[in-house]
């Protein structure tokens, strides 16, 4: 894995990598809860790149390399959850501008964004605050809602299960929350899983970070009425047996964004399987110089 950089992302630090030639157009890929941007596979990155385009992936706040908000506590999740009123640290809405900060730092005045889960949100709400800087907007297995497309019992007790211990727990942790969120139509590589939950663990392991970052996803307004007004190109991506965030999530964003297409993968949940990389990679890649077009042709 190559080394990250860190950039002044104005009220924090955020750790990114980059994929392809910095001349070709940029592609910001933003990552889901918990999951620290390694989780965007090497090799997936680099088709991307491949395909004429610029990537950068980056740690979020609170994971990762980036800057974790220790002084800020841990929220009441189960207050949270159980739909009651609680001061949280920050918002998703803040996590957009850190996105924004980066793109500042390395002086991309335009780009496509594609984010994954809660990394969808964060690029949904980006859209809404900064739509000048967006050519294309992909949004991938969300939701523009934390009330809709709500995760199964089954999915939701994994996504809170007992944080690893150790980095071989870490493995075997990442391991089990992939089978009960991931996709039933194609193999898990567990191989893969496991090194990618060992790395992380080494990287930075900060439960109260991803709580953080969980309150922060609950706490959000509703960005469908903002949605409404969304002039940016907009492709939605979602598994129809996605347990973490299920298909409405990906319906109603793609119901409230204008002119926006959606592709559902049958037998996909909520993780990239390898063999869907060429479509995923295609639809990405796609929607994307077709956004290019169109802008040159305003421009």
């Not at 859209?127 to 009330?147: F, G, W, Y």
């Not at 150790?166 to 898990?188: C, K, L, M, N, V």
Request: contains cysteine.
């Amino acid at each position: 894995m190559q080394q990250p950089t860190l950039v002044d992302a104005g009220t924090v630090t955020i750790a990114y990598e980059t994929f392809g030639s910095a001349d070709d157009p940029a592609i910001v890929l933003v990552m889901g809860i918990g999951s620290q941007m390694i989780v965007w596979p090497d090799a997936f990155c680099q088709e991307i790149a491949e395909a004429g385009f610029h990537v950068v992936r980056f740690d979020n706040r609170d994971i990762g390399l980036s800057t974790h908000l220790h002084d800020a506590g841990t929220p009441d999740l189960m207050a949270l959850l159980g739909g009651q009123q609680t001061d949280v640290p920050y918002v998703l809405a803040d996590m957009a501008a850190d996105t924004l900060g980066l793109l500042d730092a390395l002086g991309l005045e335009r780009v496509h964004l594609v984010g994954l889960s809660m990394g969808g949100m964060i690029a949904q709400q980006f859209a809404l605050d900064h739509p000048q800087r967006l050519i294309s907007l992909t949004s991938v297995m969300s939701t523009p809602a934390a009330n809709v497309g709500k995760p199964t019992p089954e999915a939701q007790t994994a996504l809170l299960s007992p944080a690893p211990r150790s980095q071989e727990d870490a493995g075997r942790h990442t391991i089990e929350i992939y089978r009960a969120i991931g996709s039933t139509a194609y193999p898990h590589d567990e191989e893969w899983l496991r090194s990618i939950g060992e790395e992380s663990y080494r990287r930075a392991s900060d439960p109260a970070g991803f709580v953080r970052q969980l309150a922060a996803l609950l706490v959000s307004p509703d960005r469908r009425p903002g949605l409404r007004d969304l002039m940016v190109p907009t492709l939605v991506l979602h598994g129809d047996v996605d347990p973490l965030i299920t298909l409405e999530g990906g319906e109603e964003t793609a119901a409230a964004v204008p002119g926006s297409r959606l592709v559902v993968y049958p037998g996909m949940g909520h993780d990239l399987p390898r063999e869907l990389w060429p479509a995923l990679v295609g639809e990405i890649t796609d929607h994307a110089c077709r956004a290019e077009k169109s802008a040159e042709q305003e421009a």
